[in-house]
């Protein structure tokens, strides 16, 4: 069992940055990913992250803005985002999947993947 713990949310301005944090309880799992979802909307992939290669895969809406990074030593993710627009306004959540499955390439960014999830983090990116 993974247990996952969000922090660093926060409301910044337009242009700002701020870091995530996602500390892991549990070492079951390969990949993990931040995604974020606003009412009405689909969860949405933002970044991901394999454990052991440390091969990061981006959603195009934050590819050279934002930067996915861990720190296995202390199971801790990181989404640093940099750059902040009003349409990054969300809740943010970490999700890892379940070992010894692998995600295949062309899902790591899909819900779908992911077993373990934590409560979330909200960002609010005012104009």
């Known amino acids: 069992q993974v247990q996952l713990v969000e922090s660093g949310g926060g409301s910044v301005q337009a242009g700002g940055s701020l870091r995530l944090s996602c500390a892991a309880s549990g070492r079951d799992f390969n990949r993990w990913a931040w995604f974020r979802q606003t009412p009405g909307k689909e969860r949405e992939g933002v970044a991901s992250?394999?454990?052991?290669?440390?091969?990061?895969d981006y959603a195009d809406s934050v590819k050279g803005r934002f930067t996915i990074s861990q720190d296995n030593a202390k199971s801790t993710l990181y989404l640093q985002m940099n750059s902040l627009k009003p349409e990054d306004t969300a809740m943010y959540y970490c999700?890892?999947?379940?070992?010894?499955?692998?995600?295949?390439?062309?899902?790591?960014?899909?819900?779908?993947?992911?077993?373990?999830w934590g409560q979330g983090t909200q960002v609010t990116v005012s104009s």
């Open positions: 992250i394999a454990r052991g290669s440390g091969r990061t």
């Open positions: 999700a890892a999947d379940k070992a010894p499955r692998f995600i295949a390439a062309h899902q790591v960014l899909s819900d779908q993947a992911y077993n373990y």
